[in-house]
């Protein structure tokens, strides 16, 4: 099974607080879980990603929570700004023959952060 | 250029009718992928290039999608007798090696703007 499941499809918060976009998963193969962020317009844009050995990662106000057991991880956007307001979307992927790395990624996660 | 640039940005065309989408990686990156994102969805993959060879394919719909990359550095997206269907964001992304020995993390995907492709 290919597929990466994402929720919320869209989310509010004010700024400072705490989005949480969860994401699962059902191919025990994949290892590694990259969370990208895309502006109208632009293309999606590396934040942070995790690997399955690894149950936390923070890189500034952005935090991955990975759950091997439940295959689930979640990012988690500390003090957030309105600036935040993108499309998220969770993603993974797995080695083919030492190469591919074609990501497989869930449907988004529009966030809107009010001043 | 510093990233993945695109052209054009904008296509629009009519059914039946081909088209060209042109993708210019990073410079020096010998992993070139195609993804294509319709609306509300995220993006899904449809080929990936180890320098000029099409390493993994399995991602294009039908045989009316090819792509090339015969120097190994600029990628065409070809779409013979457009369809509705195709209408969507093509995107390209590169990435330094594209290869990914056991237990390291795989390197970043950088993506481009993309190419809206509309088909009337």
């Known amino acids: 099974q290919q597929q990466v499941k994402q929720s919320p499809q869209s989310l509010i918060v004010q700024k400072g607080g705490i989005p949480i976009i969860n994401c699962a998963y059902e191919?025990?193969?994949?290892?590694?879980f990259p969370w990208y962020q895309q502006f109208p317009g632009k293309g999606p844009a590396l934040l942070i990603a995790?690997?399955?050995?690894?149950s936390e990662k923070k890189e500034g106000r952005f935090t991955i929570s990975f759950n091997k057991s439940a295959k689930q991880f979640s990012l988690h956007i500390m003090d957030s700004q309105p600036g935040d307001s993108a499309t998220y979307f969770c993603?993974?992927?797995?080695?083919?023959?030492?190469?591919?790395?074609?990501?497989?990624f869930g449907t988004g996660t529009l966030l809107a952060v009010q001043p | 250029g510093a990233g993945v640039s695109q052209t054009p940005s904008n296509k629009v065309t009519e059914k039946g009718k081909y088209v060209e989408l042109r993708c210019d990686p990073i410079?020096?990156?010998?992993?070139l992928y195609w993804y294509r994102q319709s609306l509300g969805q995220g993006p899904e993959f449809l080929i990936y290039?180890?320098?000029?060879?099409?390493?993994?394919d399995s991602g294009l719909p039908n045989d009316r999608f090819f792509a090339v990359r015969p120097e190994g550095s600029v990628s065409t997206l070809k779409i013979q007798r457009t369809e509705r269907g195709d209408s969507a964001v093509y995107l390209c992304?590169?990435?330094?090696?594209?290869?990914?020995?056991?237990?390291?993390?795989?390197?970043?995907?950088?993506f481009g703007p993309g190419t809206r492709l509309t088909v009337l």
């Open positions: 191919n025990t193969a994949f290892d590694y």
């Open positions: 993603a993974a992927s797995y080695i083919i023959s030492g190469a591919t790395n074609k990501l497989i």
């Open positions: 995790i690997r399955p050995d690894v």
């Open positions: 410079s020096g990156h010998t992993a």
């Open positions: 290039f180890q320098g000029t060879g099409a390493a993994d």
């Open positions: 992304a590169s990435s330094s090696t594209g290869l990914r020995p056991l237990g390291l993390v795989a390197d970043t995907q950088y």
